[in-house]
């Protein structure tokens, strides 16, 4: 398991609401540093349903607030194969609860083409652009100043699924292939890139969640490996968000 266990840092709320506004606060500190030290933030966006409420929340609480998003370049860990207009589109999540009340360039947004109809060479174009963007040494992983990240019940992240090739990947950034379980294609951000990022935050709320954190915060070492989420170890800062209903059987309780 990761290295990044050191940096790792577990923060319990009682309640979503309360949890939402820490990641929040969170987001709006990461991204004033990042464009303080660098004059950029490079943001990826977690997709699913947890992040929808805290996207309004932090909308919301940008509205009184000197954020720079104008400074912020908006990327997605992963998408559906669905045209960007569809309710399935974590685009469209992320454009109606954030996108649209923040003053962020829309030049600066980048949906991920998880419909294409070449879709290897659309995985494989969505990395050049990152590539591009985030400028870094050929030999070097660009490094994201935040990666922002949800886990399905059975502790998948991104789209990185249980069981899958896709877990293995070393060498593409992005990469899409077909997730059984779902029995659909998903396009999602790899370990590499995601290990690589000076700061990750898993955001985790509600009840279903709460045996996939028993593995990820202590359960057998064994079992946890089979969870994708036990794979994120960045280079930089780890945090992990939990509502008391994620947290419930972990033996977790909020202060
Ligand atoms: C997606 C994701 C995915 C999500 C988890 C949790 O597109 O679905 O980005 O990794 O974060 O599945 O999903 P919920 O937030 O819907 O529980």
């Not at 990826?44 to 409420?53: E, Q």
Request: with cysteine; aromatic share 6%.
């Amino acid at each position: 398991m990761g290295k990044s266990k050191r940096s790792r840092k577990v923060m319990l709320e009682t309640s979503t609401e309360e949890a939402n506004a820490l990641a929040c606060d969170l987001i709006k500190s990461i991204i004033c540093d990042s464009v303080g030290e660098r004059k950029v933030c490079y943001l990826a966006l977690a997709g699913g349903t947890t992040p929808h409420s805290m996207y309004q929340q932090l909308a919301a609480s940008c509205a009184s607030s000197d954020v720079p998003w104008d400074e912020v370049e908006v990327f997605f860990g992963d998408e559906r194969d669905v045209p960007q207009d569809h309710v399935e589109s974590n685009y469209r999540m992320a454009q109606r609860t954030l996108l649209d009340h923040v003053p962020i360039q829309p030049s600066r947004v980048h949906p991920m083409p998880a419909d294409s109809d070449d879709l290897p060479a659309a995985a494989a174009e969505y990395e050049r652009i990152i590539r591009r963007i985030i400028a870094s040494p050929s030999d070097r992983t660009p490094v994201f100043d935040l990666i922002l990240l949800g886990m399905g019940g059975d502790g998948h992240v991104a789209s990185l699924f249980p069981g899958t090739e896709a877990l293995n990947e070393r060498e593409k950034l992005v990469t899409v292939y077909f997730v059984p379980v779902l029995g659909r294609n998903r396009m999602t951000f790899t370990l590499p890139l995601i290990n690589a990022a000076r700061n990750v935050l898993l955001l985790i709320t509600g009840g279903d969640k709460a045996e996939a954190v028993v593995g990820l915060l202590g359960g057998e070492p064994e079992a946890a490996q089979r969870l994708p989420v036990a794979h994120v170890a960045p280079e930089g800062q780890f945090f992990i968000i939990l509502d008391a209903a994620a947290a419930r059987r972990a033996g977790l309780k909020p202060k």
